[in-house]
């Protein structure tokens, strides 16, 4: 090879963090074993995944060689905005499926509150930040509002399932900027006693699924469908699977949304307890690897954000596996880099490109 | 020293944050934990049970549909039930390429283009793995062709289903309405209000009318049934089964006989009618015609006929009843007399000389009569039995809007009567600020003459002078119209009635009262507008005839019937309440240009009443068309 190309090449993946990486491409890979078998075979659905990933691989190529504080420059602007788009859609969304989620453009229609699981923490690591010398309880009040605003929003929609998981992802910032012990647990043993008032203001789909979790026959045809027949397959796959393509949970229709939310119901069934265990394995194996990125980040900036983006991709995980093996309630929440769909890719990538940009340029700095 | 500080701070800092990273870390680790338990448990422990429920035996849950409730009138004739038959469907996902699948499907039972239109209609309206019927009713012969080359045809199966029919065709169309298939929307519909699982193998959902209104009673409880199937889906035998329940039926106020005479009276006219019972405000003919054959929407409605249906210039789909919104004509003026009475703006014997036209003190403008030359001295009995207009414009303006907004108002005139079904009109009983911020218009004195013969900016559907009429006919007591007079539980054949539903009275006088009914009377007999139509009547009825106008005249032009093409003729109208002293039926007739409301529109009436008191059948009436003296109002 000659040392121009080598050259080249090296200038190019200057920013790439080898690990996450090899991991993220491990996981693709399987994404795409598994959407084949889930799609019935479809090369079209592969092929357009394929796509997706692609995308996102370089969007997350172009992430990594983004300096930090370029980054921190754009969270308020990118926060305002996503706010605004926010209100727009209260204003003028669409209804689709009964929320009010989506916004049209005209020429793209846009889910703003996917854009808000990159702006929130982003914005809210460069608040924390900002204020670094002397952090009070003020601060924290103020984060709290810059995030209660846009979560409040996607509630409305209504979109409980997102509101949590940005709601989580702003409290994993605050979580890791400080805000003291007492306090979270004064806000959890709140969180407790809002329950009987939090329950009566969900939506009665919203509470079906919950009952639904406690017993599936209740309503074995409505809200328990989901969860009873991904608990099937998950159940049925035993020790080590009935085998890529040969899932007859999936393959028989009893999975709904097979490609995409539950798509962890055919893997499962396909390749068992062991094939389970690798997958939890390989996203441990991501989510330590982030870990270590945190944990030598550079500026409190930096350390939140990708603290926050490291505990995003684990609860994306986290609650996607529980919800398809009946712990947790239906949401529409994908598994990250397996399911189906560009939206959730080109996050989750994105992610994974900052906190790339956060391990590398680190050392530049340094030197 | 400061900088030292700093650093220590930053130290401490960074430890914390090290601190909360553990944490964290031993958290995700912990939660990770569970869910490997969790694996562990359903995969390992419990492998063998959920083995068996999706391995060995692969059960499928199976929606049972109920029978729809069926729907009577109140002497138990059937308006709609359900019949079973065999029908051809398809599943699109399974089926590959439709057009040659269509094409040979049709070698072995009749495909009509219809059939083929229709399909394609729902094939947009359904999902890809549900299926969609090509053909309904398939013949015995056609089922067993089929069977025999099934193999042929992956995708393709014969389902027995219920359908709904409707024996009496385009009689009920508008009130008992039809079901339809489920689209998105009424999907969206029932996954909000929480009813999408009840509805999971329901095809159907009614859409209008009754059929709309009461779709829970109708509908019923899905049941469930667990099967065992084997390798290609098919059930092999049932494990347990929750039987659905059926849907509750329905017993309506409508009398179909009284219908079908009211509906065959209106010969080739179009027009509503409905008939109230003001001791209860039940509903006793609802009429629009013309109508539509319900049966077309039941399978999917193809869009030829579709087109047809809503292109026709009769405009069968529209309820005029319900939502046809039209003066209310001289039908207007026993209320204007009562109001005149109740307010002391007039008393029983102050009379007027018409000249045959009214004008404004110091105004030029002239409204005219529709009699030329006026109706000489008018006192208020007379200014009914002749229906004099002169009477009536100065009346009106002697009330004042306001208060003629506000007595027509307890008439329900200017406000949905609530009967049980969707989509009624609530008619305009206009004010000033209704006319600014219709118009963004002052009200003038003028648009209140108008108004005292119910012309001008006053319109009210049929169905709002029926309820009108019965609250007159009542004495002031208003009942809220209704449909359903019981509902059968499916399970206990239980009749629980639905009590009349009082919706206030109006506080009369019973001299005022009197009055006016005493000159409604007077309408059907000799002399009076409607006394062809009274003619031989052995029960004394109340009515009051009407026209209402369709084109403005100009100043100076007269009416001339012959002249004005069959579309903009006069629409005639005819309230009425029988027998007079002691009424159990009220009714409003509108004839859509049908010229005047003593000859088209009483006549009808009075076949209505004939046989709902009397139980005479119809006979064919002299119509007043070619009588000339005949009165225009």
Same mark, same amino acid.
């Given at each position: 090879m000659s040392p121009a190309i080598r050259n080249l090449g090296e200038r190019l993946t200057r920013h790439l963090d080898g690990t996450l990486c090899g991991l993220v491409l491990a996981l693709m890979a399987l994404g795409l074993f598994v959407l084949f078998s889930a799609s019935n075979a479809s090369f079209a659905r592969v092929s357009a995944q394929l796509v997706n990933m692609l995308v996102a691989l370089a969007l997350m190529w172009a992430f990594a060689n983004i300096p930090p504080h370029y980054l921190s420059r754009l969270a308020l602007p990118l926060f305002l905005l996503g706010v605004g788009l926010l209100v727009a859609v209260a204003a003028f969304g669409e209804v689709v499926n009964g929320a009010r989620r989506w916004l049209d453009l005209g020429v793209v229609r846009i889910q703003p509150s996917e854009l808000m699981k990159i702006a929130v923490p982003l914005a809210l690591a460069w608040y924390f930040d900002r204020y670094e010398a002397n952090l009070r309880l003020g601060n924290y009040l103020v984060a709290a509002v810059m995030l209660a605003v846009p979560v409040a929003l996607i509630v409305r929609q209504p979109d409980l399932g997102t509101a949590l998981l940005i709601a989580a992802s702003g409290f994993f910032v605050l979580y890791l900027a400080g805000l003291s012990w007492q306090l979270i647990a004064g806000l959890a043993i709140a969180g407790l006693a809002s329950l009987p008032l939090a329950w009566s203001a969900l939506h009665e789909y919203q509470r079906q699924r919950i009952l639904t979790l406690i017993d599936p026959m209740q309503d074995p045809l409505g809200a328990g469908y989901h969860t009873l027949q991904s608990t099937i397959a998950v159940g049925s796959g035993g020790l080590t699977g009935k085998g890529w393509l040969n899932g007859t949970q999936s393959h028989l229709d009893f999975i709904p949304e097979r490609t995409t939310d539950f798509i962890f119901a055919v893997y499962s069934e396909e390749f068992g307890f062991l094939g389970n265990l690798i997958l939890l394995a390989l996203f441990l194996l991501v989510v330590a690897r982030a870990m270590m990125i945190t944990a030598r980040a550079p500026t409190l900036f930096t350390r939140l954000l990708a603290g926050a983006l490291t505990l995003i991709f684990f609860a994306y995980a986290f609650v996607n596996m529980g919800m398809v093996a009946g712990l947790l309630p239906v949401v529409g929440v994908p598994l990250p880099l397996i399911s189906y769909g560009g939206t959730a890719m080109v996050s989750i990538c994105i992610g994974f490109g900052i906190l790339m940009s956060i391990a590398t340029h680190k050392k530049l700095v340094q030197t | 020293?400061?900088?030292?500080?700093?650093?220590?701070?930053?130290?401490?800092?960074?430890?914390?944050?090290?601190?909360?990273?553990?944490?964290?870390?031993?958290?995700?680790?912990?939660?990770?934990?569970?869910?490997?338990?969790?694996?562990?448990?359903?995969?390992?422990?419990?492998?063998?049970?959920?083995?068996?429920?999706?391995?060995?035996?692969?059960?499928?849950?199976?929606?049972?549909?109920?029978?729809?409730?069926?729907?009577?009138?109140?002497?138990?004739?059937?308006?709609?039930?359900?019949?079973?038959?065999?029908?051809?469907?398809?599943?699109?996902?399974?089926?590959?390429?439709?057009?040659?699948?269509?094409?040979?499907?049709?070698?072995?039972?009749?495909?009509? %283009?219809?059939?083929?239109?229709?399909?394609?209609?729902?094939?947009?309206?359904?999902?890809?793995?549900?299926?969609?019927?090509?053909?309904?009713?398939?013949?015995?012969?056609?089922?067993?062709?089929?069977?025999?080359?099934?193999?042929?045809?992956? !995708?393709?199966?014969?389902?027995?289903?219920?359908?709904?029919?409707?024996?009496?065709?385009?009689?009920?169309?508008?009130?008992? /309405?039809?079901?339809?298939?489920?689209?998105?929307?009424?999907?969206?519909?029932?996954?909000?209000?929480?009813?999408?699982?009840?509805?999971?193998?329901?095809?159907?959902? /009614?859409?209008?009318?009754?059929?709309?209104?009461?779709?829970?009673?109708?509908?019923?409880?899905?049941?469930?049934?667990?099967?065992?199937?084997?390798?290609?889906?098919?059930?092999?035998?049932?494990?347990?089964?929750?039987?659905?329940?059926?849907?509750?039926?329905?017993?309506?106020?409508?009398?179909?006989?009284?219908?079908?005479?009211?509906?065959?009276?209106?010969?080739?006219?179009?027009?509503?009618?409905?008939?109230?019972?003001?001791?209860?405000?039940?509903?006793?003919?609802?009429?629009?015609?013309?109508?539509?054959?319900?049966?077309?929407?039941?399978?999917?409605?193809?869009?030829?006929?579709?087109?047809?249906?809503?292109?026709?210039?009769?405009?069968?789909?529209?309820?005029?009843?319900?939502?046809?919104?039209?003066?209310?004509?001289?039908?207007?003026?026993?209320?204007?007399?009562?109001?005149?009475?109740?307010?002391?703006?007039?008393? %029983?014997?102050?009379?007027?000389?018409?000249?045959?036209?009214?004008?404004?003190?110091? !105004?030029?403008?002239?409204?005219?009569?529709?009699?030329?030359?006026?109706?000489?001295?008018?006192?208020?009995?007379?200014?009914?039995?002749?229906?004099?207009?002169?009477?009536?414009?100065?009346?009106?303006?002697?009330?004042?809007?306001?208060?003629?907004?506000?007595?027509?108002?307890?008439?329900?005139?200017?406000?949905?009567?609530?009967?049980?079904?969707?989509?009624?009109?609530? !008619?305009?009983?206009?004010? %000033?600020?209704?006319?600014?911020?219709?118009?963004?218009?002052?009200?003038?004195?003028?648009?209140?003459?108008?108004?005292?013969?119910?012309?001008?900016?006053?319109?009210?559907? %049929?169905?709002?002078?029926?309820?009108?009429?019965?609250?007159l006919a009542a004495n002031g007591t208003a009942f809220r119209p209704h449909l359903v007079q019981h509902i059968q539980d499916s399970r206990t054949y239980q009749l629980k009635a639905l009590p009349p539903q009082p919706a206030g009275a109006v506080p009369l006088k019973p001299e005022n009262l009197q009055r006016v009914k005493n000159a409604l009377v007077d309408v059907t007999r000799p002399g009076g507008t409607a006394a062809r139509a009274g003619a031989g009547a052995p029960y004394a009825f109340a009515g009051k005839t009407g026209t209402a106008q369709v084109i403005a005249m100009k100043p100076g032009e007269r009416y001339d019937e012959k002249r004005v093409s069959e579309r903009l003729r006069d629409h005639a109208l005819f309230i009425a309440y029988a027998p007079a002293d002691n009424p159990v039926i009220a009714l409003a007739v509108l004839v859509e240009n049908g010229g005047s409301g003593s000859g088209t529109a009483a006549p009808i009436a009075r076949q209505v009443l004939d046989y709902y008191l009397l139980g005479r059948e119809p006979q064919p009436l002299a119509r007043g068309k070619d009588d000339e003296h005949e009165p225009r109002d």
């Amino acid at each position: 090879m000659s040392p121009a190309i080598r050259n080249l090449g090296e200038r190019l993946t200057r920013h790439l963090d080898g690990t996450l990486c090899g991991l993220v491409l491990a996981l693709m890979a399987l994404g795409l074993f598994v959407l084949f078998s889930a799609s019935n075979a479809s090369f079209a659905r592969v092929s357009a995944q394929l796509v997706n990933m692609l995308v996102a691989l370089a969007l997350m190529w172009a992430f990594a060689n983004i300096p930090p504080h370029y980054l921190s420059r754009l969270a308020l602007p990118l926060f305002l905005l996503g706010v605004g788009l926010l209100v727009a859609v209260a204003a003028f969304g669409e209804v689709v499926n009964g929320a009010r989620r989506w916004l049209d453009l005209g020429v793209v229609r846009i889910q703003p509150s996917e854009l808000m699981k990159i702006a929130v923490p982003l914005a809210l690591a460069w608040y924390f930040d900002r204020y670094e010398a002397n952090l009070r309880l003020g601060n924290y009040l103020v984060a709290a509002v810059m995030l209660a605003v846009p979560v409040a929003l996607i509630v409305r929609q209504p979109d409980l399932g997102t509101a949590l998981l940005i709601a989580a992802s702003g409290f994993f910032v605050l979580y890791l900027a400080g805000l003291s012990w007492q306090l979270i647990a004064g806000l959890a043993i709140a969180g407790l006693a809002s329950l009987p008032l939090a329950w009566s203001a969900l939506h009665e789909y919203q509470r079906q699924r919950i009952l639904t979790l406690i017993d599936p026959m209740q309503d074995p045809l409505g809200a328990g469908y989901h969860t009873l027949q991904s608990t099937i397959a998950v159940g049925s796959g035993g020790l080590t699977g009935k085998g890529w393509l040969n899932g007859t949970q999936s393959h028989l229709d009893f999975i709904p949304e097979r490609t995409t939310d539950f798509i962890f119901a055919v893997y499962s069934e396909e390749f068992g307890f062991l094939g389970n265990l690798i997958l939890l394995a390989l996203f441990l194996l991501v989510v330590a690897r982030a870990m270590m990125i945190t944990a030598r980040a550079p500026t409190l900036f930096t350390r939140l954000l990708a603290g926050a983006l490291t505990l995003i991709f684990f609860a994306y995980a986290f609650v996607n596996m529980g919800m398809v093996a009946g712990l947790l309630p239906v949401v529409g929440v994908p598994l990250p880099l397996i399911s189906y769909g560009g939206t959730a890719m080109v996050s989750i990538c994105i992610g994974f490109g900052i906190l790339m940009s956060i391990a590398t340029h680190k050392k530049l700095v340094q030197t | 020293m400061h900088a030292v500080v700093e650093l220590r701070n930053l130290q401490l800092e960074l430890h914390r944050f090290h601190v909360r990273l553990a944490v964290a870390a031993g958290a995700m680790f912990l939660l990770f934990a569970i869910l490997g338990a969790r694996f562990f448990y359903l995969q390992v422990v419990r492998y063998e049970h959920y083995h068996t429920l999706a391995e060995a035996n692969r059960i499928s849950i199976v929606p049972v549909v109920p029978n729809r409730g069926i729907i009577s009138d109140r002497n138990g004739v059937v308006l709609a039930h359900n019949f079973s038959a065999y029908t051809l469907e398809v599943t699109p996902s399974k089926a590959g390429d439709l057009e040659a699948l269509i094409n040979a499907l049709s070698e072995i039972v009749e495909i009509t %283009p219809r059939d083929r239109r229709r399909f394609r209609k729902l094939l947009e309206e359904s999902r890809n793995f549900e299926s969609v019927p090509i053909r309904t009713r398939l013949s015995e012969e056609e089922i067993a062709r089929f069977a025999a080359n099934r193999y042929r045809f992956p !995708g393709v199966e014969i389902n027995a289903r219920l359908f709904r029919q409707y024996p009496h065709g385009e009689l009920f169309s508008h009130v008992v /309405g039809y079901i339809g298939r489920i689209n998105q929307r009424d999907l969206e519909r029932l996954e909000e209000s929480g009813q999408a699982a009840n509805y999971r193998g329901t095809d159907h959902i /009614g859409k209008v009318g009754v059929e709309q209104s009461y779709e829970r009673e109708l509908h019923g409880v899905t049941g469930v049934e667990q099967v065992e199937t084997d390798a290609g889906g098919r059930a092999v035998r049932s494990l347990s089964r929750t039987p659905p329940v059926s849907g509750n039926n329905l017993v309506l106020t409508l009398d179909a006989k009284l219908q079908q005479v009211a509906y065959t009276a209106f010969g080739d006219y179009r027009g509503a009618l409905v008939a109230i019972d003001p001791r209860s405000g039940a509903v006793l003919a609802f009429v629009s015609k013309p109508g539509f054959d319900p049966n077309l929407f039941v399978d999917g409605i193809d869009v030829q006929t579709w087109n047809e249906l809503v292109g026709s210039p009769d405009k069968p789909m529209t309820n005029r009843a319900l939502h046809g919104q039209y003066p209310p004509g001289s039908t207007i003026k026993p209320f204007m007399a009562l109001a005149g009475l109740e307010l002391g703006k007039r008393t %029983p014997h102050y009379a007027i000389s018409d000249p045959g036209y009214f004008t404004l003190a110091g !105004g030029a403008h002239q409204w005219r009569d529709w009699k030329k030359g006026g109706h000489g001295i008018v006192d208020l009995h007379r200014s009914l039995v002749v229906s004099c207009d002169t009477y009536y414009y100065g009346l009106a303006n002697d009330l004042g809007i306001d208060a003629i907004h506000g007595f027509l108002g307890r008439f329900g005139f200017g406000n949905r009567t609530g009967l049980d079904i969707e989509g009624e009109a609530g !008619g305009i009983l206009p004010s %000033p600020q209704w006319k600014m911020s219709r118009f963004r218009q002052k009200w003038f004195a003028g648009d209140t003459i108008s108004v005292g013969i119910g012309q001008g900016y006053i319109v009210a559907t %049929p169905l709002q002078l029926a309820y009108a009429t019965a609250i007159l006919a009542a004495n002031g007591t208003a009942f809220r119209p209704h449909l359903v007079q019981h509902i059968q539980d499916s399970r206990t054949y239980q009749l629980k009635a639905l009590p009349p539903q009082p919706a206030g009275a109006v506080p009369l006088k019973p001299e005022n009262l009197q009055r006016v009914k005493n000159a409604l009377v007077d309408v059907t007999r000799p002399g009076g507008t409607a006394a062809r139509a009274g003619a031989g009547a052995p029960y004394a009825f109340a009515g009051k005839t009407g026209t209402a106008q369709v084109i403005a005249m100009k100043p100076g032009e007269r009416y001339d019937e012959k002249r004005v093409s069959e579309r903009l003729r006069d629409h005639a109208l005819f309230i009425a309440y029988a027998p007079a002293d002691n009424p159990v039926i009220a009714l409003a007739v509108l004839v859509e240009n049908g010229g005047s409301g003593s000859g088209t529109a009483a006549p009808i009436a009075r076949q209505v009443l004939d046989y709902y008191l009397l139980g005479r059948e119809p006979q064919p009436l002299a119509r007043g068309k070619d009588d000339e003296h005949e009165p225009r109002d």
